[in-house]
């Protein structure tokens, strides 16, 4: 009987990566391309009509970006696995896409070696990551913890504003959400940076999620 194929679709604007893609997936023989899209628009459209077991994306795309791309298919396809692939190891970059759905995050100067490997790790439930972005992660969870029930001090509004922040949302869907200005949710965040003592969005998402839980 005929081994059943893995389906994976990509979202990379640069051809020379989707023709990569496409070769390697190809010579693979456990996965088969089922979508290839140069632009989040059109994968936003198509996918979720038959949504794959994986998705590569790339998280520099022209228009909506991979990351606001993933958090919205992860919405529609709550069962595919997203593989993101790019040049970006700043942490900001890495949490964000986390944040968004993202199950596996590799640099591109690593994804031809191990693009395989990272798919099949995906579906066996497993984080697939460079090791430069794992340090960064690692890092990131050797930080002092804060005291149990520590809520910094937040006002109702900032700690909203950082539930948001957490969930993957971006400042003008914080204001939607909220009922108020893009330029007061940046004030609130402001507020947040400096009572968190941190001076990044992923910075601040870690410590809040990191709080220890009242005994």
């Known amino acids: 009987m005929k081994r059943k194929l893995h389906r994976v679709a990509v979202v990379e604007d640069?051809?020379?990566?989707?023709?990569?893609?496409?070769?390697?997936?190809?010579?693979?023989?456990?996965?088969t391309l089922v979508g290839s899209h140069v632009r989040a628009e059109s994968a936003l459209?198509?996918?979720p009509a038959n949504p794959p077991d994986a998705v590569i994306v790339d998280i520099q795309l022209p228009g909506m970006s991979g990351i606001e791309l993933v958090r919205k298919l992860k919405i529609?396809?709550?069962?595919?696995?997203?593989l993101m692939v790019t040049v970006f190891e700043d942490a900001d970059k890495v949490f964000e896409a986390l944040a968004?759905?993202?199950?596996g995050y590799v640099l591109k100067r690593d994804v031809h070696a191990r693009?395989?490997?990272?798919?099949?790790?995906?579906?066996?439930?497993g984080a697939p990551m460079s090791s430069a972005i794992?340090?960064?992660?690692?890092?990131?969870?050797?930080?002092?913890?804060?005291?149990?029930g520590d809520d910094f001090r937040l006002t109702q509004r900032e700690k909203e504003t950082l539930d948001l922040l957490v969930k993957g949302y971006f400042y003008k869907e914080i204001a939607d959400e909220l009922g108020i200005r893009i330029?007061?949710?940046?004030?609130?965040?402001?507020?947040?940076?400096?009572k968190l003592h941190v001076r990044t969005r992923s910075e601040a998402i870690l410590k809040y999620m990191s709080r220890a839980p009242e005994s």
């Not at 640069?14 to 996965?31: I, L, Y």
């Not at 693009?115 to 439930?125: E, F, R, V």
């Open 14 to 31: 640069d051809s020379r990566f989707r023709e990569s893609f496409a070769e390697t997936v190809a010579a693979s023989g456990t996965w």
């Open 45 to 47: 459209e198509e996918i």
């Open 76 to 82: 529609a396809c709550p069962n595919t696995q997203f």
């Open 100 to 103: 968004a759905g993202a199950s």
């Open 115 to 125: 693009l395989i490997h990272s798919l099949d790790d995906l579906l066996n439930g």
């Open 134 to 148: 794992a340090r960064k992660v690692v890092r990131h969870f050797q930080q002092p913890a804060p005291e149990p």
């Open 183 to 194: 330029d007061t949710v940046a004030f609130h965040l402001g507020n947040i940076y400096k």
